[in-house]
């Protein structure tokens, strides 16, 4: 009976102890709250909430959870080395929690995670975005427990025996799904990971395009850019991967078929198939690519001098044949803006990232709305209701910077919006490549309703 009553005391006072610990944290936590930057110009948006991100402006990719009732917004960096997290409860108010610390001269931008499974994705940085390819660099993926929302637990790490991973894609389950640089390929390549024992994980499957492997004939220098959209059924997999929307059979993992593939490039340019997105119910996928030039290294061209990024519709009723339905329109700038057209603004003008998060509990569903950031256009919003007639009906994009934190844009110094993430209560987070985190909410036609307080 004295060892039950001690055991509970003690369960007690540690208890007591956690609440105070929290407590004191997030009352610290809240007198970094940060201003919104004054400047942005929008549509039927409103910013609502800015975190500078204790200094690390250059956030990337994000991903979102809610735990106990509170919001954690996770991110990488391109201009530091490892992984932000941000309580976002109050989203009219982020809070700074934490840095975790990412290992010098590497890419740590891109991060995917479900239920209590962390994957963070580590590569070779390239010199133009401040790498020293005289100094050592880690590459791979990093698997983290992150049953404890704020202090993670490395499991193990993967490597690809190359630079590295570029991009994740995990909707739970086994299998992880890696853009990985591997001997004997040229560009990268699909590769799913089993991580059904997380401290073990192990190569279940591959898949590249004929000519990508060190021998084909004729040789294909393409890269999949991911990540691979997965089917409810775990049995069809939609990518961006080269010059081509591409859609696999993966019932057996360990032997990926094609179903069907749209090459897109030429005409399209940049990184013409960087994502894609399945529309529920339509029969339908939404491509994008990546604008590149626009200061992308100090002698680049400028944005516009080079063919258009896509930015799509694609049916997929017959998924063995593709093909192209609509574009969406070009942005246009602000009314009295000092260009004429984004390609003369400074820095890369055209799609990048879209709200690809979806599989996750805490993560707007996608409908009819598609949320795509365009660099020095900022944030754009997409009607697709009728996906043959896409229109714009909101924008955002954020102030001028007022401070460098990494090289890119080399040209000038503009806004470059980078990730963009939904939540389920309806808030918008956005990232920049010289700003922190923009909490957007949209105020226009079509809004969907929210599913959480």
């Keep these: 009976m004295k060892l039950s009553v001690r055991g509970s005391i003690h369960r007690l006072v540690l208890g007591i102890s956690a ?36 200094g690390r402006g250059g956030a990337f990719k994000m991903a979102i959870r809610q735990v106990a009732g509170r919001w954690y917004l996770y991110m990488g960096h391109e201009w530091h080395r490892g992984w ?69 637990t490395q499991l193990s790490h993967w490597k690809t025996g190359s630079t590295g991973v570029h991009r994740i894609g995990y909707p739970g389950g086994k299998y992880v799904n890696l853009t990985a640089a591997i001997p004997g390929y040229l560009g ?18 591959r898949w590249w395009m004929p000519g990508q492997k060190e021998g084909e004939q004729p040789k294909l220098n393409a890269t999949f850019h991911g990540p691979a959209i997965i089917s409810d059924d775990g049995k069809t997999a939609y990518m961006g991967y080269g010059p081509a929307v591409v859609i696999l059979d993966i019932s057996d993992i360990s032997k990926p078929k094609l179903i069907g593939q749209l090459t897109i490039s030429p005409p399209f340019g940049g990184i013409p198939a960087h994502d894609v997105l399945p529309i529920p119910g339509k029969n339908m996928l939404f491509v994008h690519g990546e604008a590149t030039g626009g200061g992308d290294t100090p002698d680049d061209q400028p944005a516009c001098a080079r063919p258009i990024t896509t930015a799509a519709m694609v049916d997929i009723k017959d998924p063995a044949k593709p093909y192209l339905v609509s574009i ?42 598609i949320y795509l950031t365009y660099f020095n256009a900022g944030l754009r919003i997409y009607d697709i209701k009728n996906p043959r007639l896409p229109k714009e009906i909101g924008w955002f994009i954020p102030p001028t910077p007022t401070k460098r934190y990494g090289p890119l844009p080399y040209d000038k110094l503009v806004s470059q919006t980078e990730d963009v993430l939904v939540d389920t209560r309806g808030n918008i987070y956005i990232t920049d490549k010289n700003w922190g985190i923009f909490v957007l909410r949209y105020t226009g036609p079509g809004q969907p309703k929210p599913t959480a307080k």
């Excluded at 929290?22 to 800015?50: C, E, R």
């Excluded at 309580?87 to 610390?101: A, C, G, I, M, W």
């Design 328 to 369: 969406l329109p070009t942005p246009v700038p602000p009314e009295g803006a000092p260009y004429t057209d984004f390609c003369d603004k400074g820095g890369r003008f055209g799609p990048h990232n879209t709200n690809l998060e979806y599989h996750l509990p805490d993560v707007e569903k996608q409908a009819d709305l």
């Design 188 to 205: 990268r390549i699909l590769v799913f990971l089993d991580i059904s024992d997380p401290k073990n994980p192990k190569e279940a499957g």
């Design 84 to 152: 932000s997290i941000l309580d976002v409860t109050d989203p009219t108010n982020p809070k700074y929690v934490k840095f975790v610390e990412g290992p010098d001269n590497t890419n740590t931008i891109q991060m995917e995670f479900h239920d209590n499974i962390m994957v963070t994705a580590l590569q070779r940085k390239q010199p133009n975005w401040g790498g020293d390819p005289n100094r050592p660099n880690e590459e791979g993926v990093l698997i983290w427990d992150i049953s404890d929302p704020v202090n993670w």
């Design 19 to 54: 609440a105070v610990s929290i407590g004191v944290l997030f009352t610290q936590l809240a007198a970094h709250a940060d201003p919104i930057p004054k400047g942005w110009q929008a549509s039927n948006m409103k910013a609502i909430g800015y975190s500078g991100l204790d």
